[in-house]
């Protein structure tokens, strides 16, 4: 991904908020423009389209995602410290606001009306996360901190429904705690 100008990456700054609090069909350029004081001909300057926009801001998210899981790695090479700073990550995002929801979870659930180029993108987040995930628990289970009643590949799964569900539960309920309960009931019955 090239480096995006200063412009550029405020643009995306916004629009990801915008899509973590409204969804896909829930923003336009013209709020963006109104939030940055621009002309809607400003962003078309850096993105011809909306879909250019959100394909940027998904495969931006990526990136971040991807250095987040290599400084895991290189930081502690215990599969459950990892799992626990993953699952921490978001606790606190959800209790501080700076991301209430993931914006590809937002995304994902807007798949079917979602432009083909962003749909990519949305799913190619979760390959990425669900593959860490696998190795993660083979890790936890290969150093005997966890022990998993199905295979890596379907607890991996079963751990991202639980991480988005608890999302889905503390934002409907507005209460963060929820997002905890949750996630720690999970990791509870993995816990060796």
């Known amino acids: ?4 100008s200063e412009t550029a990456g405020k643009l995306v700054g916004g629009a990801a908020q915008l899509i973590m609090r409204r969804g896909y069909n829930g923003f336009s350029y013209a709020d963006l423009a109104k939030q940055f004081n621009i002309r809607n001909a400003s962003i078309h300057f850096h993105f011809p389209s909306k879909v250019d926009l959100v394909v940027t801001v998904v495969e931006s998210a990526r990136a971040i995602i991807q250095a987040q ?5 290189h930081g502690s090479p215990v599969g459950m410290d990892q799992l626990l700073t993953y699952a921490g990550y978001w606790e606190q ?10 914006l590809a979870g937002v995304l994902a659930a807007e798949l079917p009306s ?8 949305v799913r190619g987040h979760f390959t990425d996360l669900s593959k860490w995930m696998e190795h993660v628990l083979t890790l ?3 150093q005997g901190a966890m022990r998993l ?9 079963n751990f ?8 889905l539960v503390a934002r409907a309920f507005d209460d963060p705690d929820r997002f905890n309960r ?3 009931a999970f990791i509870d019955r993995i816990r060796a």
């Open 140 to 142: 936890g289970v290969e």
């Open 182 to 184: 949750i996630v720690e």
């Open 1 to 4: 991904m090239t480096a995006l």
């Open 93 to 102: 995002c959800i209790k501080d606001q700076t991301a209430p929801f993931c």
């Open 160 to 167: 991202l429904a639980a991480v988005y569900g608890a999302m």
């Open 114 to 121: 979602l432009p083909d180029r962003v749909a990519i993108s």
């Open 69 to 73: 899981i290599e400084s895991l790695e």
């Open 149 to 157: 009643d199905a295979s890596p590949t379907v607890e991996a799964d």
